[in-house]
């Protein structure tokens, strides 16, 4: 590949240098999602041996903002929320993430999720590079007119850094298509002109794109069929525990259900069922639907609630898929993990230390810089309907989804056996690698 020759032509000469920048870069005693991000990344950057100045380029952030949100609340109260949007790089084009309404939001997780998405991109090889934002919120708690006014509030604060060819928003935890319609309204009534592309994940009648409610399940999907193949097992015979049943989680247990698969166990934030003989994920869904989550799911289906709900984590079967937050296995439960395969829906649920202990067991993981790239990856399709003003059917974007899938999937699966290392250090090193020479390509502005 192009890019190897690249970097091994700029190999670093003093590697003594290189380790003392992985020392001064954010390590601390309780590590956050960032040190934890950067921790991955070095492992493979070490491997590639990538010069100082290399790494300064794309490891960091290239830009944090962080903005004071004053809502009108029902009451007529005034209560100000903090926002951010990080700009993580911006070398293979312009920004791309989701923003995430939630409590336990802040800058470094922030920053975390946008350095993923930089290398995510990267490793599906669509033209974007990495973005995120977060509002601290517990969204079960404001009204839809509260909500709304809040999801305007933080486009408007920032509507300078968004645009389609700058930096482009979607849905991610506790967001969906009303409020990326919200964000678009905003920056349309803005400029006053229809600008669809600055955010995807819209509603199909605003220029939202076929099958992108379930894209990131369906990716997830794609790289399990291939794994399964490569590891000579049989799909039908699967037994899965799903964490989380949000967008990524309820489309997850429902796929993989069609597939034959038994979901034997999936949780939310009310608590996690299980059974032995499958769950119907159609009745968990439509339980959701009417009640908001899966509390008193164990009343209406033939399922027990597990006393501890991250013991779901733990259930002796074939796969595991958190599709909930980060830092959910760690050095703590990693060594009763069973699974045999971890589909990372979620970003970042697995702690450096976890990856260790699960590689020792031989866990085939599938990273989220992978596993979860279907999402953006039909993103970007919608972008390009957008840009366009022509839609495609869902056949035609399925067919696209699962070539760009099957294609990112066989690149890792070949780095990691290449390279004799884990799909996630594969995954890096595939990326960076697409990051570090596009960023050369293009130089120093001044
Ligand atoms: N929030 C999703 C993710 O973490 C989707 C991002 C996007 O579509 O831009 O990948």
């Known amino acids: 590949m192009a890019t190897g020759q690249t970097l091994r032509e700029l190999e670093a000469k003093n590697e003594e240098q290189y380790d003392k920048i992985l020392k001064e870069t954010h390590l601390t005693d309780h590590p956050s999602?960032?040190?934890?991000?950067?921790?991955?990344?070095?492992?493979?950057?070490?491997?590639?041996?990538?010069?100082?100045?290399?790494?300064?380029?794309?490891?960091?952030?290239?830009?944090?903002?962080?903005?004071?949100?004053?809502?009108?609340?029902?009451?007529?109260?005034?209560?100000?929320?903090?926002?951010?949007?990080?700009?993580?790089?911006?070398?293979?084009?312009?920004a791309k993430g989701g923003v995430r309404f939630h409590p336990d939001v802040d800058v470094e997780e922030v920053k975390a999720l946008a350095f993923w998405m930089t290398y995510k991109c990267a490793v599906v090889g669509i033209p974007m590079g990495g973005g995120k934002g977060g509002v601290v919120v517990d969204p079960?708690?404001?009204?839809?007119?509260?909500?709304?006014?809040?999801?305007?509030?933080?486009?408007?604060?920032?509507?300078?850094?968004?645009?389609?060819?700058?930096?482009?928003?979607?849905?991610?935890?506790?967001?969906?298509?009303?409020?990326?319609?919200?964000?678009?309204?905003?920056?349309?009534?803005?400029?006053?002109?229809?600008?669809?592309?600055?955010?995807?994940?819209?509603?199909?009648?605003?220029?939202?794109?076929?099958?992108?409610?379930?894209?990131?399940?369906?990716?997830?999907?794609?790289?399990?069929?291939?794994?399964?193949?490569?590891?000579?097992m049989d799909l039908s015979k699967l037994t899965v525990a799903v964490q989380g049943f949000g967008n990524?989680?309820?489309?997850?247990?429902?796929?993989?259900?069609?597939?034959?698969?038994?979901?034997?166990?999936?949780?939310?934030?009310?608590?996690?069922?299980?059974?032995e003989q499958g769950i119907d994920p159609e009745m968990a869904i439509a339980?959701?639907?009417?009640?908001?989550?899966?509390?008193d799911f164990e009343k209406v289906a033939k399922v027990e609630k597990m006393r501890d709900p991250m013991k779901l984590l733990e259930l002796p079967v074939?796969?595991?898929?958190?599709?909930?937050?980060?830092?959910?296995?760690?050095?703590?439960?990693?060594?009763?993990?069973?699974?045999?395969?971890?589909?990372?829906?979620?970003?970042?649920?697995?702690?450096?230390?976890?990856?260790?202990?699960?590689?020792?067991?031989?866990?085939?993981?599938?990273?989220?810089?992978?596993?979860?790239?279907?999402?953006?990856?039909?993103?970007?399709?919608?972008?390009?309907?957008n840009r366009m003003g022509y839609y495609w059917s869902e056949e035609r974007i399925q067919e696209d989804l699962k070539r760009i899938m099957d294609n990112a999937f066989q690149n890792v699966l070949e780095t990691s056996l290449h390279n004799k290392v884990p799909m996630r250090t594969a995954a890096f090193i595939f990326s960076i690698q697409r990051v570090c020479h596009a960023s050369e390509l293009r130089g120093l502005y001044a």
């Open 140 to 232: 079960r708690k404001l009204s839809q007119g509260e909500l709304e006014r809040l999801a305007r509030r933080y486009f408007a604060e920032m509507i300078d850094l968004f645009g389609p060819d700058k930096d482009i928003p979607a849905p991610d935890v506790n967001t969906n298509p009303q409020i990326m319609a919200w964000f678009m309204d905003t920056y349309s009534m803005h400029h006053q002109e229809f600008l669809p592309a600055v955010v995807t994940g819209k509603p199909i009648e605003l220029g939202g794109s076929a099958g992108r409610a379930a894209a990131t399940a369906q990716g997830m999907v794609y790289c399990v069929h291939r794994t399964v193949e490569h590891l000579g």
């Open 248 to 275: 990524a989680g309820s489309y997850a247990a429902k796929l993989l259900h069609q597939d034959g698969c038994t979901i034997q166990a999936i949780s939310d934030i009310d608590g996690a069922f299980f059974s």
């Open 287 to 295: 339980h959701v639907k009417e009640n908001g989550t899966l509390k």
């Open 33 to 94: 999602a960032f040190d934890n991000a950067l921790k991955q990344f070095d492992r493979a950057a070490k491997l590639l041996k990538l010069a100082p100045n290399q790494v300064a380029v794309i490891k960091e952030p290239r830009r944090v903002t962080e903005v004071k949100l004053p809502v009108r609340m029902d009451d007529g109260s005034i209560e100000v929320f903090t926002g951010y949007r990080v700009q993580h790089n911006v070398a293979l084009g312009p």
């Open 318 to 385: 074939d796969l595991l898929i958190p599709a909930a937050l980060e830092n959910q296995v760690t050095e703590a439960n990693a060594p009763r993990v069973q699974a045999k395969i971890i589909a990372e829906c979620a970003n970042g649920p697995l702690t450096p230390e976890a990856d260790d202990i699960l590689e020792k067991k031989k866990t085939f993981i599938i990273p989220d810089i992978l596993c979860n790239a279907g999402g953006v990856t039909v993103s970007y399709l919608e972008w390009v309907q």
